[in-house]
């Protein structure tokens, strides 16, 4: 058996009718092409065949960077999707690290646990020539903040010397000029 750990920019979270194995298709067309060159993991494709809970479970913390979790009415109904998407919000409690993207294949109501989550909206005829551009995008890394950088911050600050600082007449001037 082969103990070579394989990489993955993405796991991808979908039921298994049919529209959503076109669905699959048209992304592993799309995302995987040498225009975004990213390695999705698609369980129907990739995977061991039987589902496997902890199989899957290890993939998606160990092995993925992100994960693509494609909504369509009968997700909640389906226990495989359910139990990988909690799994991913494992990943991530506070979603911090935004690894989670969610992509509306249909007209649905997103589960309540990634609700809040601004998902790329595949149902909207009128965007879709740049819908793969966008969710390409999801992957790229943090960008330091220029204005953060440019701040010559000190290693170390004390609070005491923060409070003190902030009342100064000088810090007070500071602050109504800008």
């Not at 199989?55 to 139990?83: A, G, P």
């Not at 998407?85 to 990634?114: D, M, N, Q, Y």
């Not at 989550?117 to 965007?127: R, S």
């Not at 819908?131 to 609070?159: E, G, S």
Request: proline letters at 4%; hydrophobic letters at 35%.
């Amino acid at each position: 058996m082969d103990n070579q750990i394989n990489r993955y920019d993405a796991y991808v979270i979908a039921g298994d009718t049919e529209e959503d194995k076109l669905f699959l298709e048209t992304m592993k067309s799309n995302l995987e092409s040498s225009a975004f060159n990213l390695r999705l993991y698609i369980k129907s494709r990739d995977g061991p065949g039987d589902f496997d809970h902890q199989k899957e479970s290890e993939i998606i913390m160990n092995s993925c960077e992100k994960i693509i979790v494609v909504l369509s009415r009968d997700f909640t109904q389906n226990e495989q999707c359910m139990y990988l998407l909690r799994v991913a919000i494992s990943k991530s409690p506070g979603f911090h690290l935004r690894h989670i993207i969610p992509i509306h294949r249909e007209e649905c109501l997103a589960p309540s646990c990634i609700r809040f989550l601004t998902a790329n909206d595949y149902t909207k005829e009128d965007i879709r020539t740049w819908f793969w551009p966008r969710v390409a995008a999801c992957f790229k890394k943090n960008v330091i903040n220029i204005r953060t950088a440019k701040k010559n911050l000190p290693a170390v600050v004390c609070l005491p010397d923060i409070i003190v600082d902030s009342f100064s007449s000088e810090k007070q001037q500071e602050w109504r000029n800008n």
